[in-house]
């Protein structure tokens, strides 16, 4: 149960980073550094 709570974090944080680095080329990704 843990391994897979890990595991979907893991998911999450990679989804934000590519998140974060799509919003770098439009130069938007300051506003949500915040969040």
Same mark, same amino acid.
């Given at each position: 149960?843990?391994?897979?709570?890990?595991?979907?974090?893991? &998911?999450?944080?990679?989804? &934000?980073?590519?998140?974060? &680095?799509?919003?770098?080329?439009?130069?938007?990704?300051?506003?949500?550094? &915040?969040?």
């Amino acid at each position: 149960m843990k391994r897979l709570g890990n595991l979907s974090k893991q &998911k999450s944080v990679l989804h &934000k980073w590519r998140k974060k &680095k799509k919003l770098k080329h439009s130069g938007q990704w300051r506003n949500t550094e &915040k969040e």
